[in-house]
């Protein structure tokens, strides 16, 4: 983890260098200003150095893995990655309604009275999957 926090913080350096030099080069254009790609390279910026810093913080308190020894093997990484739901229906019904959702932005906000309910189902149903049915812990 270590290693991914410093390749994220050497990305976010270069994004707030590159947003420094578009929001400089874009601001002596003879249109004026152009604040989007400017406000989308500070804000790709941020997140670079928020996942930087998680990796770094997080780094300090676990094991150091495979990736970060420079001597390892590619087998050195192999075995059990964790739990991975088998198959869910949910997602597609959260797919749903998020996609009601932002229709509702185009065609009208009285679509988020049927998409509000449907994200909520799937919400439900996917933070419950365990819970009951065939894939419920006993």
Avoid at 53 to 66: I, P, S
Avoid at 102 to 126: D, H, N, R
Wanted: with cysteine.
């Amino acid at each position: 983890m270590k290693e991914q926090g410093k390749i994220f913080a050497g990305l976010s350096v270069f994004v707030l260098i590159m947003a420094i030099t578009y929001g400089l080069w874009t601001t002596h254009s003879s249109h004026g200003i152009e604040a989007a790609g400017t406000t989308a390279l500070f804000l790709a910026f941020g997140l670079c150095a928020f996942i930087a810093f998680y990796l770094g913080f997080t780094a300090r308190r676990v094991d150091q893995g495979a990736g970060d020894n420079p001597e390892a093997e590619v087998s050195d990484d192999a075995g059990e990655m964790g739990f991975f739901a088998p198959h869910s229906w949910q997602p597609l019904s959260l797919a749903i309604g998020g996609a009601l959702a932002f229709s509702s932005i185009i065609f009208g906000w009285w679509l988020m009275f049927w998409a509000a309910p449907i994200i909520a189902v799937g919400l439900y149903g996917w933070v419950f999957e365990f819970y009951r049915g065939e894939n419920q812990n006993q």
